[in-house]
């Protein structure tokens, strides 16, 4: 692979772009210090005591704690949105929403994040689609309603020797059971998707439009694995219907579907400014 010759190519269809959509995994939260929780050990790192319990990543991103032990579920969940609250979104972000602002199509992002941080970085709330929900909006653990409120005002104290989140727990303004953060888990039937759906609808709306308009589609896809492979999926689906051109910067699964799209085996951070140099 001629690394070169690919970021200049990337360059190229940047600049020849009417529109920008932006999809980012957890690898576009590294460059700001984030965990990414690659494989089981990555998550064991960041989360010692889940491995003193024995509990993997999907585990313990279970909506089951929520019933069975609060305390720790809210340990998890309460330490996430603390740090993601702390954590400034890289310049990557930044150059990223600059050059989407700059198109006539403008931009929109696609990301399994939760951790709220395009929104941190100044990118158009009705621009984004969290499709795995948010860790800055609650809802009801039974749920009684299918409501979904900020999570602005609540402050999780955490004893981090037992791992345990200290009383008063988040409740549910509704019936005053235990709340959750409003984030699609794994094995997750309780998840109100209502607040990503009208997401999804402005997305799909703006898609149409790029296409009615005819305008030349660049993705720029930063640090999306295979493990969840949600992100990767719309990247390729997303290129295939609106003959967009992929550009798949990611240090490890950096594989392109076909020559037409463009692998960049690069940090987010790195690949970011490499392909945008000059352009923004």
Same mark, same amino acid.
């Given at each position: 692979?001629?690394?070169?010759?690919?970021?200049?190519?990337?360059?190229?269809?940047?600049?020849?772009?009417?529109?920008?959509?932006?999809?980012?995994?957890?690898?576009?939260?590294?460059?700001?210090?984030?965990?990414?929780?690659?494989? /089981?050990?990555?998550? @064991?790192? =960041?989360?010692? %005591?889940?491995?003193?319990?024995?509990?993997?990543?999907? $585990?313990?991103?279970? !909506?089951?704690?929520?019933?069975?032990?609060?305390?720790?579920?809210?340990?998890?969940?309460?330490?996430?949105?603390?740090?993601?609250?702390?954590?400034?979104?890289?310049?990557?972000?930044?150059?990223?929403?600059?050059?989407?602002?700059?198109?006539?199509?403008?931009?929109?992002?696609?990301?399994?994040?939760?951790?709220?941080?395009?929104?941190?970085?100044?990118?158009?709330?009705?621009?984004?689609?969290?499709?795995?929900?948010?860790?800055?909006?609650?809802?009801?653990?039974?749920?009684? /309603?299918?409501?979904? @409120?900020? =999570?602005?005002? %609540?402050?999780?104290?955490?004893?981090?020797?037992?791992? $345990?989140?200290?009383? !008063?727990?988040?409740?549910?303004?509704?019936?005053?059971?235990?709340?959750?953060?409003?984030?699609?888990?794994?094995?997750?039937?309780?998840?109100?998707?209502?607040?990503?759906?009208?997401?999804?609808?402005?997305?799909?709306?703006?898609?149409?439009?790029?296409?009615?308009?005819?305008?030349?589609?660049?993705?720029?896809?930063?640090?999306?694995?295979?493990?969840?492979?949600?992100?990767?999926?719309?990247?390729?689906?997303?290129?295939?219907?609106?003959?967009?051109?992929?550009?798949?910067?990611?240090?490890?699964?950096?594989?392109?579907?076909?020559?037409?799209?463009?692998?960049?085996?690069?940090?987010?951070?790195?690949?970011?400014?490499?392909?945008?140099?000059?352009?923004?």
């Amino acid at each position: 692979m001629d690394l070169e010759k690919n970021i200049q190519q990337a360059k190229e269809v940047l600049k020849e772009a009417d529109a920008l959509l932006i999809t980012a995994g957890a690898g576009m939260g590294v460059d700001s210090g984030l965990p990414d929780f690659r494989g /089981t050990e990555g998550f @064991w790192r =960041a989360y010692p %005591i889940a491995k003193k319990l024995g509990l993997r990543f999907e $585990e313990l991103a279970n !909506p089951r704690w929520f019933k069975e032990n609060p305390k720790l579920a809210w340990a998890f969940y309460g330490h996430r949105l603390n740090l993601y609250r702390k954590t400034q979104p890289h310049e990557g972000f930044h150059i990223l929403r600059k050059l989407g602002e700059s198109k006539k199509g403008k931009y929109f992002v696609f990301t399994s994040n939760v951790d709220g941080q395009f929104q941190k970085a100044g990118y158009d709330e009705k621009r984004i689609v969290e499709i795995h929900g948010s860790i800055h909006h609650l809802q009801c653990t039974l749920p009684c /309603t299918d409501d979904i @409120w900020p =999570a602005d005002n %609540i402050e999780i104290d955490i004893d981090m020797e037992k791992f $345990e989140a200290k009383e !008063p727990l988040p409740r549910c303004i509704h019936c005053g059971e235990i709340a959750r953060p409003n984030i699609l888990m794994f094995g997750d039937w309780e998840w109100i998707p209502h607040r990503t759906q009208g997401q999804e609808f402005r997305f799909e709306n703006w898609l149409e439009h790029i296409y009615d308009m005819d305008y030349k589609l660049a993705i720029v896809e930063i640090g999306a694995g295979k493990a969840v492979p949600t992100v990767r999926v719309t990247s390729e689906s997303i290129a295939y219907r609106y003959n967009g051109t992929l550009i798949r910067i990611n240090p490890r699964d950096y594989d392109v579907p076909s020559s037409k799209h463009i692998s960049l085996p690069m940090k987010g951070l790195e690949g970011i400014r490499a392909i945008t140099e000059g352009l923004v």
